[in-house]
């Protein structure tokens, strides 16, 4: 499966950002999706997953309460809405695929996107 995000931009503190990612080659409804991010410096950090017909997600702590991951299997899309965004969320933001089970980890997830920027201003 191939992966493109798309969505990120600079937003101010407080704002909202959607970011998505489309997918194509095989059939969608067979991965689990996940978004990643990495922050200058620092390691590729589990954001949110959702699992093949998104009745189960995942956040990470950080995220929870602020983020919300949706997919849309008739359209191969999955999607990243971040609402009152902080500055520790500027990163570099990846979607990901995996097939079988929900997963937390960068390493479980082989296929990966180019990444979209996200950054937040104070």
């Known amino acids: 499966v191939q992966l493109q995000a798309f969505g990120g931009g600079l937003e101010q503190a407080w704002g909202s950002l959607r970011l998505s990612c489309a997918a194509s080659g095989r059939t969608f409804s067979n991965y689990v999706m996940g978004w990643f991010r990495q922050a200058p410096g620092k390691e590729r950090d589990f954001v949110a997953s959702?699992?093949?017909?998104?009745?189960?997600?995942s956040y990470a702590d950080s995220v929870k309460g602020r983020f919300t991951i949706s997919r849309d299997n008739a359209n191969n899309t999955v999607s990243l809405q971040m609402n009152n965004l902080k500055p520790e969320d500027t990163a570099v933001y990846y979607c990901?695929?995996?097939?079988?089970?929900?997963?937390?980890?960068?390493?479980?997830?082989?296929?990966w996107g180019q990444g979209t920027k996200v950054t937040v201003s104070s």
């Open positions: 959702i699992s093949r017909y998104g009745v189960t997600t």
């Open positions: 990901a695929a995996r097939v079988f089970t929900l997963s937390t980890r960068s390493q479980d997830f082989p296929y």
